[in-house]
């Protein structure tokens, strides 16, 4: 059950292709599976496992992404679009910025379709 919640979450990890759009974030998807994990172990958690999880490896991106790329300038830009939680707020971001801003609602639209 869980090498296929990890194989589901690798999958979509990998169709972000962060690796090729965000070369300097870290790869941390196994990681953050298995901190989540740690909470929700029982079979009935799997729906759980699976967005918490998500949003672990999106909020790794973000401390990648204030800590290591992001201009002051950009990273001014990307809070206030993250204050405004809407689509339309990532138009002035950088390209990256834009993709994974996107990215990032995605995963929350995602997890409130599911639950």
């Known amino acids: 059950m869980h090498q296929k919640e990890l194989s589901d979450i690798t999958q979509w990890w990998k169709a972000l292709e962060f690796e090729k759009k965000l070369p300097f974030a870290r790869d941390r998807l196994v990681e953050c599976?298995?901190?989540i994990l740690c909470v929700y172990f029982e079979p009935q958690y799997s729906l759980a496992r699976k967005i918490l999880t998500k949003v672990i490896a999106t909020a790794?991106?973000?401390d990648?992404?204030?800590?290591?790329?992001g201009t002051l300038d950009e990273l001014k830009l990307f809070t206030d679009a993250i204050e405004m939680?809407?689509?339309?707020?990532?138009?002035?971001l950088p390209s990256y910025m834009q993709y994974f801003y996107k990215s990032l609602l995605d995963v929350y639209l995602e997890a409130e379709r599911e639950s």
Request: proline residues 0%; aromatic residues 36%; negative net charge.
């Open 33 to 35: 599976y298995f901190w």
């Open 60 to 62: 790794s991106t973000i």
């Open 64 to 69: 990648d992404i204030y800590d290591v790329y």
């Open 85 to 92: 939680w809407d689509f339309s707020a990532g138009d002035q």
